[in-house]
């Protein structure tokens, strides 16, 4: 019995540790825990185990350093999280969701489903400009909510749409659980942003085809806003022709630059072209010059500062010119300065954002510190050679892998948020797809999108229950029509995620088959056998371009004078001069004993 436990110690504390956080037990704790009782068992059973167990006590001596390595407290790459936190935070109490959804709401209103196409619009933007799920599913929570009911949206709809464009913030960059999953797989943030952007672009589009197909099934669960709610009026053509006007202005300012700027001319042109457009909207509204239309000037006015604010955060970060963690730290003082432009920012917004940034910081450190006591433990015991020969055995290959790999963690996902599968999960996992040759960019991104299902499943699903949080309980008065709105049941939310879960699920699969969706971060690559050497022919030397003799074995052509006639190079070179003729040596007479005189 001893040695049967002994050897099988991997499995047994993996099976603990989930027990332990079914029961309810602290992540953090659970793993800390664990790790130490396994790890004096462990010591325990080590004579039993016949060499599977590699513990003995003074291997504790290593834990301060993994708390003070590079793992974690002095850990560069983890900086990143609270400075994004703070931003997301700032930026939500700035208002800046409110004023997209309003004016995004007003551009979509006059087509089926406008306001679920601007709450999917807005959900990419905060997601680019926060990376905080509960400030996105919140913030268009109490905002979008009570309009898409005002206006008669079908309440599974309007629930699901909010929270699924909630979650983007987990996938699009500057996302906290792709800075989680680059440290744990040893991978540059860097690249985990570059490969992440297109998957979350197409799950982007993926959502909105999904409410284009819907308004043609169902056309009466989102109608379209009536007249008397578009306050902008209309003025579509009048933001075409601004927007027309701004890529003319770039491309010209593009020309002009390229000479002196090369490869950076594209973007500072389309700076140019933008801040031009922004000052021409508010200097139209401050003067009344009446060149746009009121929705011009709000879509232009309102749209603008948050993507400059996603350029200075990815693009800086995009381009080289700043970590991660730089980046981070210029999006946090860029969200107080557009706080401050709106005159939002105080004392009190930086209190919350700081006091909810270090509660969110502390809780990744503590699960990161009980991850270093668990591992361990659990590498101690080779649980990771159990990990790789369980999942490289799995049929199939590279696919059968990374189809059983992505079950095991949509299952996981049920009962553990990200963190959790970041820390304890990804560590596991990430030696076996290497050893298969799975690129870990590749792999971080789809484990990234699968774990976005985590906030949308029930019965743990994190965004299903911030929006819970936020939506009515029982019939209220809208201040506006003066009906009364029924409320939202905790059913009707999650049977309205629903959808979405599967959507999720269907993006999974496309990365898996369109690896190239990822793979571009790499750049392009070159195949050495496609490259033509052209070396230019020596005259004289009678020699193809590349040095060697004529090709099939030819003999080389006759020369005929014009050519002059390949040198000998049997003999030393001459340079004007014709060389005496050598003597010839005396011949030795071989029949006589040498003479030494």
Same mark, same amino acid.
């Given at each position: 019995?001893?040695?049967?436990?002994?050897?099988?110690?991997?499995?047994?504390?993996?099976?603990?540790?989930?027990?332990?956080?079914?029961?309810?037990?602290?992540?953090?704790?659970?793993?800390?825990?664990?790790?130490?009782?396994?790890?004096?068992?462990?010591?325990?059973?080590?004579?039993?185990?016949?060499?599977?167990?590699?513990?003995?006590?003074?291997?504790?001596?290593?834990?301060?350093?993994?708390?003070?390595?590079?793992?974690?407290?002095?850990?560069?790459?983890?900086?990143?999280?609270?400075?994004?936190?703070?931003?997301?935070?700032?930026?939500?109490?700035?208002?800046?969701?409110?004023?997209?959804?309003?004016?995004?709401?007003?551009?979509?209103?006059?087509?089926?489903? $406008?306001?679920?196409?601007?709450?999917?619009?807005?959900?990419?933007?905060?997601?680019?400009?926060?990376?905080?799920?509960?400030?996105?599913?919140?913030?268009?929570?109490?905002?979008?909510?009570?309009?898409?009911? *005002?206006?008669?949206?079908?309440? *599974?709809?309007?629930?699901?749409?909010?929270?699924?464009?909630?979650?983007?913030?987990?996938?699009?960059?500057?996302?906290?659980?792709?800075?989680?999953?680059?440290?744990?797989?040893?991978?540059?943030?860097?690249?985990?942003?570059?490969?992440?952007?297109?998957?979350?672009?197409?799950?982007?589009?993926?959502?909105?085809?999904?409410?284009?197909?819907?308004?043609?099934? *169902?056309?009466?669960?989102?109608?379209?806003?009536?007249?008397?709610?578009?306050?902008?009026?209309?003025?579509?053509?009048?933001?075409?022709?601004?927007?027309?006007a701004a890529i003319i202005v770039s491309?010209?300012?593009?020309?002009?630059?390229?000479?002196?700027?090369?490869?950076?001319?594209?973007?500072?042109?389309?700076?140019?072209?933008?801040?031009?457009?922004?000052?021409?909207?508010?200097?139209?509204? +401050?003067?009344?010059?009446?060149?746009?239309? +009121? /929705?011009?000037?709000?879509?232009?006015?309102?749209?603008?500062?948050?993507?400059?604010?996603?350029?200075?955060?990815?693009?800086?970060?995009?381009?080289?010119?700043?970590?991660?963690?730089?980046?981070?730290?210029?999006?946090?003082?860029?969200?107080?300065?557009?706080?401050?432009?709106?005159?939002?920012?105080?004392?009190?917004?930086?209190?919350?954002?700081?006091?909810?940034?270090?509660?969110l910081s502390s809780f990744v450190l503590?699960?990161?510190?009980?991850? +270093?006591?668990?591992?361990?433990?659990?590498? $101690?015991?080779?649980?990771?050679?159990?990990?790789?020969?369980?999942?490289?055995?799995?049929?199939? $290959?590279?696919?059968?892998?990374?189809?059983?790999?992505?079950?095991?963690?949509?299952?996981?996902?049920?009962?553990?948020?990200?963190?959790?599968?970041?820390?304890?999960?990804?560590?596991?996992?990430?030696?076996?797809?290497?050893?298969?040759?799975?690129? /870990?960019?590749?792999?971080?991104?789809?484990?990234?999108?699968?774990?976005?299902?985590?906030?949308?499943?029930?019965?743990?699903?994190?965004?299903?229950?911030?929006?819970?949080?936020?939506?009515?309980?029982?019939?209220?008065?809208? *201040?506006?029509?003066?009906?009364?709105?029924?409320?939202?049941?905790?059913?009707?939310?999650?049977?309205?995620?629903?959808?979405?879960?599967?959507?999720?699920?269907?993006?999974?699969?496309?990365?898996?088959?369109?690896?190239?969706?990822?793979?571009?971060?790499?750049?392009?690559?070159?195949?050495?056998?496609?490259?033509?050497?052209?070396?230019?022919?020596?005259?004289?030397?009678?020699?193809?371009?590349?040095?060697?003799?004529?090709?099939?074995?030819?003999?080389?052509?006759?020369?005929?004078?014009?050519?002059?006639?390949?040198?000998?190079?049997?003999?030393?070179?001459?340079? $004007?001069?014709?060389?005496?003729?050598?003597?010839?040596?005396?011949?030795?007479?071989?029949?006589?004993?040498?003479?030494?005189?």
């Amino acid at each position: 019995m001893m040695e049967f436990i002994a050897q099988n110690m991997a499995p047994i504390m993996f099976i603990s540790l989930i027990l332990f956080m079914l029961i309810g037990y602290p992540v953090a704790f659970s793993l800390a825990a664990n790790g130490l009782m396994f790890f004096f068992i462990g010591v325990l059973l080590t004579p039993y185990s016949g060499g599977a167990i590699n513990l003995d006590w003074p291997l504790l001596y290593a834990l301060p350093d993994n708390f003070y390595g590079s793992r974690v407290m002095s850990n560069d790459t983890l900086l990143a999280i609270p400075f994004f936190t703070f931003m997301g935070i700032v930026l939500e109490r700035s208002g800046m969701a409110e004023d997209l959804l309003d004016t995004i709401g007003q551009l979509f209103g006059p087509i089926r489903g $406008g306001l679920a196409y601007a709450v999917i619009f807005v959900g990419a933007l905060l997601a680019a400009t926060t990376g905080v799920v509960a400030a996105s599913v919140i913030a268009m929570g109490l905002i979008s909510l009570p309009i898409m009911l *005002r206006y008669g949206y079908d309440r *599974r709809l309007a629930s699901g749409v909010i929270a699924a464009s909630g979650t983007l913030a987990q996938i699009i960059p500057p996302s906290l659980v792709l800075i989680v999953l680059a440290d744990q797989l040893g991978r540059s943030v860097g690249d985990m942003y570059a490969g992440a952007l297109i998957p979350g672009l197409v799950l982007t589009g993926l959502y909105a085809l999904y409410i284009l197909i819907m308004s043609i099934i *169902r056309p009466k669960s989102m109608p379209a806003l009536p007249l008397e709610a578009r306050t902008l009026g209309h003025g579509v053509l009048s933001l075409l022709v601004a927007l027309a006007a701004a890529i003319i202005v770039s491309y010209a300012a593009y020309r002009y630059l390229a000479p002196a700027h090369g490869d950076s001319a594209d973007i500072l042109g389309g700076t140019v072209g933008v801040i031009l457009i922004y000052f021409l909207a508010i200097a139209d509204r +401050r003067l009344n010059l009446n060149l746009m239309s +009121r /929705l011009a000037q709000q879509v232009v006015i309102v749209l603008i500062p948050p993507l400059a604010l996603i350029f200075l955060v990815l693009g800086t970060i995009f381009l080289g010119i700043a970590t991660p963690t730089e980046g981070g730290a210029m999006g946090a003082v860029g969200a107080m300065v557009m706080a401050a432009m709106k005159g939002r920012l105080s004392l009190d917004v930086v209190k919350q954002a700081l006091a909810s940034t270090t509660r969110l910081s502390s809780f990744v450190l503590f699960i990161l510190i009980g991850a +270093r006591v668990f591992s361990l433990t659990f590498y $101690g015991v080779n649980g990771q050679i159990w990990v790789e020969h369980l999942l490289t055995s799995l049929p199939g $290959g590279e696919i059968g892998f990374l189809i059983g790999v992505n079950i095991l963690i949509f299952f996981l996902a049920f009962f553990l948020d990200f963190f959790e599968l970041a820390f304890i999960i990804v560590p596991l996992l990430a030696p076996a797809a290497e050893k298969l040759g799975i690129d /870990l960019i590749w792999f971080g991104v789809l484990l990234g999108v699968n774990m976005q299902t985590s906030f949308m499943h029930p019965p743990f699903g994190f965004a299903l229950f911030y929006l819970r949080s936020v939506a009515a309980r029982v019939p209220y008065l809208d *201040r506006l029509t003066g009906k009364t709105i029924q409320p939202i049941t905790t059913g009707q939310i999650y049977w309205g995620a629903v959808p979405f879960v599967g959507i999720q699920v269907i993006m999974i699969g496309l990365t898996i088959a369109f690896p190239g969706m990822v793979m571009h971060y790499k750049g392009t690559t070159v195949d050495p056998g496609g490259i033509d050497y052209q070396v230019p022919e020596v005259p004289g030397l009678g020699l193809s371009p590349a040095g060697a003799p004529p090709a099939n074995g030819s003999p080389a052509p006759a020369n005929d004078g014009a050519t002059p006639a390949a040198p000998d190079l049997s003999q030393p070179p001459s340079f $004007g001069e014709t060389p005496p003729a050598k003597p010839e040596a005396p011949s030795t007479d071989l029949s006589q004993p040498p003479s030494f005189n």
